[in-house]
């Protein structure tokens, strides 16, 4: 009988053992809900829009493809991020959010019906435990977002924001939904969030005047994410974030790619 190392005997079973606990990579659909930056991209009023500039296309003397450009644009408008710093004196800027927080299970509240009835609509405590009592509690360390509808109109911006007009005095014509800052204070006194986003250009609604739900939520270092695309084809649960922010020092803000990866099924 020959002799056989018991390392030889017990490497085949822990090779096996490998294989089949090996993390894998989520199967389900991805949906991209972020809006391309170019001359149609919404920002605030009082913002220049995005521009990008051509530095170089076309073929070299040397005869190889080359293209190159430049860009300009605000840290708060199209698909963006807004870091704790924007509205909370000492707390995080952009690149100092830890990467854990921009990532994970995530569901959606869907106040569209409510929204479509009021532009000026306030998402309420009452419609965060309306979506618990029929799925169960938030999750702790859940990424949430709202789904206002207002989606389905981007990139009009009389329509989105509710005025086309430019300037510091189009603020006080803003009119779009947003998160009342009374369920900001129950989200950050009753559940555990990592971030909190929404398809419209601002956490506040568009009559807010001193923006309390985002120095509520920014005091207790939620981040928001705005102007977020696509929300009609996420389910109420069941899928996750991954959202990455440009990486700005000191930065209060900066466009965002963010996607959903949906369970398998979903």
Known sequence: MTNRSPFLLVL???VCACATTAPRFPSGAVVDMTYP?????????TEEGFQLKKEA???TPQGYFYAANSFSSAEHGG??????IHF???HPSVDQIPLEKLMGEAILIDVTRQCTANPDYQVTREDFEAWEKEHGRIPDGAIVLLRTGYG???PDRKSYLGTDERGAEAVAKLHFPGLHP???RWLVGNRSLKAIGLDTASIDYGQSTLFESHQVLFAHDIPAFENVANLERLPAKGFAVIAFPMKIKGGSGGPLRIAALLDQGS
Do not use: N
């Not at 930056?37 to 009023?45: S, V």
């Open 12 to 14: 085949p079973l822990v």
């Open 37 to 45: 930056f170019d001359e149609q991209t919404i920002f605030w009023p």
């Open 57 to 59: 296309y076309g073929h």
């Open 79 to 84: 698909t963006h991020f807004d870091a704790p």
């Open 88 to 90: 909370a004196e000492g």
């Open 152 to 154: 389905a109109r981007w």
């Open 182 to 184: 009374e369920a900001a």
